[in-house]
């Protein structure tokens, strides 16, 4: 048996494994799939995505584990008690792809709103005809960040090059947004009020859960545009299903959703005429692949040569002054 594991390991990524790691157990499967916990009973390093779930049960059974890295930002598919409990160390990669995710925001926006698969289909269809089509401009539009981590200040960046007005709300404030891109931090009822586009960039938390609600939509612009890459928890599917309906929210555009372990409550709602939805792949391109590993072989190399890796998840010390709402 390997001492170094690496699970969910796509073919197309198999040989940057296999030349860092030459030794190491490599599966496509997750920790639950078939036989995989059985052939990582021995692993000391077992590094994961997102599909893998740590828990207790699953740690109960891997008696040699010091050290996991999931090769994604968030981590809240692993224990952290319970690896604290054992002496395991847990680490992730901050920041494989922000620009990626970034990027994806306006491929979706731009996709939808200058109707770019429909005006494809219909010229495919033998039709070279532009009525019906108009589409709506980014420039001197108003565009809502809901949260200005590493992935919505890129989004900033972008939607500044656009020339669009940015205002924002977070908790925290990063000055340079406000210094060079002329974002304007307001309360999260104004940024419901002033948006044309709403976009979201926060984590899956209690705090956050829902924040996109019936109460929301009500304080929007009509048809405000909204736009999801961050987590599907963070908008109440029924309330959004209703603002589509209402003409409330013109455009809803969704790399996650809500019910992804349940995708028949979805139906209804990616049906929609003007929602598009892709599945969870504005993280997933080539250099973020990359990156990923990258900092995964450096977090295992670190720790390797007993040092406390620079990507150990701990929690952060945050001093914040904003108000919440």
Known sequence: MSSIAFLEVEADDRAQVQAAYSESLILEGKLQDADVL???????????????????????????????????????????DACKKRNITVCNVPDYGSHVIAEHVFALLLSALRHITEADERVEGGTFDYQGLRGMALRGKTLGILGTGKIGRRVAQIAHGFGMKIVAYDV?????????????????????????IITLHLPAL????????????????EGVVLVNTARGALIDSTALLQAL???????????????????????ELIEHPNVVSTPHI???????????????????????????????????????DLPHT
Not at 47 to 55: E, H, R, T
Not at 209 to 221: D, P, Q, T, V
């Open 282 to 320: 504005a993280f997933y391109a080539d250099d973020s692949m990359r990156n990923m590993y990258i900092d995964c072989f450096e977090s295992i190399d670190q720790f390797r040569r007993g040092k406390t890796p620079e990507h150990t998840v701990k929690p952060p010390t945050i001093v914040c």
């Open 38 to 80: 059985e052939q990582c009973k021995e692993t000391e390093v077992l590094s994961c995505f997102i599909y893998s779930k740590i828990q207790e049960k699953e740690l109960d059974l891997l008696p040699n584990l010091t050290l996991i890295v999931t090769r994604s930002v968030g981590f809240d598919h692993v224990d952290l």
């Open 172 to 196: 925290c404030r990063v000055t340079e947004l406000t210094d060079l891109l002329d974002v304007e931090y307001v309360p999260l009822d104004e940024l419901f009020r002033r948006s044309d």
């Open 245 to 267: 309906k209402s003409g409330k929210v013109s455009h809803a555009l969704l790399d996650v959703l809500e019910h992804e372990k349940n995708f028949e409550e979805n139906e």
């Open 206 to 221: 209690k705090e956050t859960e829902h924040i996109i609600n019936a109460e929301a939509f009500e304080k929007m612009r």
